[in-house]
């Protein structure tokens, strides 16, 4: 939850660079219902979807406990890849990094 609450923080910044944040849940226990309850408590000012079965989110992440985000441009190339584990999430200002630098290119 760390990453929601950071990301909320941080919407100003990736409005002002256009940027729609996504996440994607493939481990949330109490699937769909879980989700809901996690919105509810963080309010969170972007999508939260789930891939219960981890069949899209395999594809990107396929290494065994790899929790990658992916920063997309609007043609839907990924652009940037941040590494990611169950605990050691990207950072915002990561994400925001690379959001710049597809920017001023």
Known sequence: ????????KDADAFNSLNAEVLVVFREESEGVEGLKKIKRQHDPPYL???DSEA????????????????????KGVV????????RDRAKSDQLLRLLRKIESN
């Open 48 to 50: 939260l979807t789930f």
């Open 79 to 86: 652009r940037g890849i941040v590494d990611g584990t169950l």
């Open 55 to 74: 069949k899209q989110t395999k594809v990107y992440s396929s290494k065994r406990m790899t929790f990658d985000s992916y920063v997309i441009d609007s």
């Open 1 to 8: 939850m760390n990453q929601l609450v950071e990301l909320k």
